[in-house]
């Protein structure tokens, strides 16, 4: 018991040192290489096999110095696909799912600032029934290892998702690091996008 609690504290101690590191990095972006690098990020995205075979593509709204996702977002609308969108349910400290159609009246303001959808105008959706996850994250490596903000919020919608459901983030170079600290329930990515090509996992 001891061994593990020494263990689990090294690698939370791990991921919250590498949290700040490539935070820092990303927040040092300027604003015009980050638009212009998220438009190549999603432009390489949309050309992928794996998200043009996806029908059912849960999404989410940029946070912070995230890549820019509404233009993504607008895309897969205007191509006829199922846009799904995540909703925080704070009490059960996890996400719940909902197919968007109007990214203007279909969305309310959320925790954190982030803009999600309504219950009310927006259908609930089965993690099962997703075909590809754009993941978001703070850092990743080249074998699909991926350091999320802390919540676990998505670790738990993952491990519910069905098994052939495609796992894809899309991040700029300066987060991809050598190798991400990841403990047992943590998931790995399919393939990360960057402005600079595509990291695939093995097998992926």
């Known amino acids: 018991m001891v061994v593990r609690d020494v263990t689990e504290t090294a690698l939370t101690a791990a991921k919250r040192a590498l949290r700040q590191t490539v935070l820092a990095r990303r927040d040092a972006v300027v604003p015009g290489e980050r638009a212009a690098w998220s438009i190549a990020i999603f432009a390489r995205l949309m050309g992928l096999p794996t998200v043009q075979r996806a029908w059912g593509v849960l999404a989410y709204h940029a946070f912070g110095s995230e890549p820019e996702t509404l ?85 738990r919608l993952l491990g519910t998702c069905a098994e052939a459901t495609a796992l894809v983030a899309a991040a700029f170079e300066v987060q991809i690091v050598e190798r991400v600290p990841m403990g047992p329930g943590d998931r790995r990515v399919d393939l990360v996008v960057t402005e600079r090509g595509v990291y695939a996992r093995d097998g992926a």
């Open 71 to 155: 233009p993504f977002l607008r895309t897969l609308l205007a191509s006829g696909k199922g846009l799904l969108l995540p909703r925080i349910d704070r009490s059960a400290r996890a996400l719940t799912l909902h197919r968007v159609r109007d990214l203007d009246a279909d969305l309310t303001p959320g925790p954190w600032g982030i803009r999600e959808p309504d219950p009310r105008r927006c259908p609930p959706v089965r993690p099962g029934d997703v075909d590809l996850v754009l993941v978001p994250g703070v850092a990743f490596d080249a074998g699909g290892g991926r350091l999320g903000y802390g919540g676990g919020y998505y670790d």
